[in-house]
């Protein structure tokens, strides 16, 4: 069962903007901390930005300043905007709730900043 499901990667080009969204299906989400993750190729998948169930944010220091992660409990959604994309921001993007020890992800979406 898809328990999470990203959406809004695509090609971009240096210095543009993508905001990605993701949907959860299961209310109590709501409750947990939840994340986006990024992988680029030959690369282990690292956390881009947090928000907690009372909304308090962590963000990696390569993205501070450039996106912004937000939630909403009512939609069951979580948001990442991107601003001033840099090529290394290049990778697929992973939406993340760890509930009680168990992670759960969804599929992934591309992002890639080329000109």
């Known amino acids: 069962q898809v328990q999470l499901v990203e959406s809004g990667g695509g090609l971009v080009q240096p210095g543009g903007s993508l905001r990605l969204s993701c949907t959860a299906a299961?209310?109590?989400?709501?409750?947990?901390?939840m994340g986006w993750y990024r992988q680029a190729p030959g690369k282990q998948r690292e956390l881009v930005a947090d928000?907690?169930?009372?909304?308090?944010?962590y963000y990696a220091d390569s993205v501070k300043g450039r996106f912004t992660i937000s939630r909403d409990h009512a939609k069951k959604m979580v948001y990442l905007q991107m601003n001033s994309l840099k090529p290394e921001d290049t990778a697929v993007y992973y939406c993340?709730?760890?509930?009680?020890?168990?992670?759960?992800w969804g599929q992934g979406t591309q992002v890639t900043v080329s000109s």
């Open positions: 299961r209310s109590m989400f709501s409750s947990y901390t």
């Open positions: 993340n709730v760890n509930v009680l020890g168990v992670n759960y």
């Open positions: 928000v907690t169930d009372t909304l308090d944010v």
